[in-house]
């Protein structure tokens, strides 16, 4: 029987069947995300700087996304609860994770028993990031870092918000590099440890500098350096740890939105791209320097470059120091 159609018209005809077949379901969802609202878990309580930089992008990105974005605050075991929860949900782009230094990085080789690891989420974009501070009661005797130095097998106290966060580690880290005998006494939070050295009943402190900036500013405390790559912008004369030693030394604490392994290509895309139109806005720009943080790294590649990086140093000092959770 001859062909009822030419050859051309029956190749496209063809052609246009197979690629019908291929229009599952799962993928006419990537095509038309988002077609519902989305959620962005926080593993952290309401209130806290995790929560409150989710929000600031969730309200950015939804201007322009399509639909509402939601922040859901599941917190518990030290952010780990609510990280697990996102790694063992459907990866479709509807549940996503506001992760950061100590649930991406400090976590996985902190906690024995983990339900998820550093490889359990692909990055979409690192919103901020800020440095440490290391700070003196004005009694301590101790005006700089390099009087710190000098005070080897001195013995002085550091307080910080507890075993295993990121003042802990920051505070091991800095025994090691400059050779330091450090008591470490660790708090639950940072506000009781502030509170005791701004009481005089430890003589130092290593937790946020935008947290412990605001009393050097009072003069109730003494900033002896702070932990980034460059000096921080409301306070430019005080110094880094690493121009002081001369040594590679870096800590900062970062918060940035990842989304479960195995979340479509297509769905990436587009939250990067949200995420980046948000992360280049005016208002969070604004918010940010106001707060004294830095802009995250610019792309997705450095991102995961960052989580890759911390996870493998703070495991390394997490080891050596035998840092142990609560």
């Not at 917190?75 to 992760?99: E, I, K, Q």
Request: glycine share 12%; aromatic share 6%.
């Amino acid at each position: 029987m001859p062909d009822r159609f030419p050859p051309s018209i029956a190749r496209r005809r063809l052609l246009q069947a197979a690629l019908a077949a291929c229009a599952s379901p799962a993928v006419l969802a990537q095509s038309d995300y988002p077609n519902r609202p989305v959620t962005i878990i926080v593993p952290f309580p309401a209130g806290g700087p995790t929560d409150a930089s989710a929000r600031m992008y969730a309200k950015t990105m939804a201007e322009g996304f399509g639909q509402p974005i939601v922040v859901d605050n599941r917190a518990g075991a030290a952010g780990t609860v609510g990280s697990a929860a996102v790694a063992r949900g459907p990866a479709d782009g509807y549940t996503l994770l506001w992760g950061g230094t100590s649930t991406l990085a400090v976590a996985p080789g902190l906690y024995k028993n983990l339900k998820y690891d550093a490889q359990s989420f692909i990055p979409v974009g690192m919103a901020l990031r800020g440095p440490q501070m290391i700070a003196a009661h004005p009694g301590a005797g101790v005006n700089t870092l390099q009087d710190l130095v000098k005070m080897k097998g001195g013995k002085l106290a550091v307080g910080t918000a507890g075993n295993g966060s990121i003042g802990h580690l920051a505070t091991e880290l800095l025994a090691e590099t400059a050779g330091l005998d450090l008591t470490h006494v660790p708090y639950r939070g940072g506000g009781p440890a502030l509170t005791d050295v701004l009481g005089g009943q430890i003589p130092l402190i290593l937790d946020n500098a935008s947290l412990l900036y605001p009393h050097v500013k009072s003069g109730k405390l003494k900033a002896l350096a702070v932990t980034g790559a460059q000096p921080y912008a409301p306070a430019p004369d005080v110094p880094t740890v690493r121009s002081v030693l001369g040594k590679d030394y870096e800590a900062y604490s970062w918060f940035g939105l990842v989304a479960p392994k195995g979340t479509p290509e297509p769905v990436l895309q587009k939250l990067r791209a949200a995420f980046t139109k948000a992360a280049q806005s005016a208002e969070v720009r604004r918010q940010l320097a106001e707060q004294g943080l830095e802009p995250g790294v610019p792309d997705v590649q450095a991102f995961g470059a960052v989580i890759a990086a911390d996870f493998k140093k703070w495991s390394g000092i997490i080891v050596r120091a035998r840092v142990e959770a609560d």
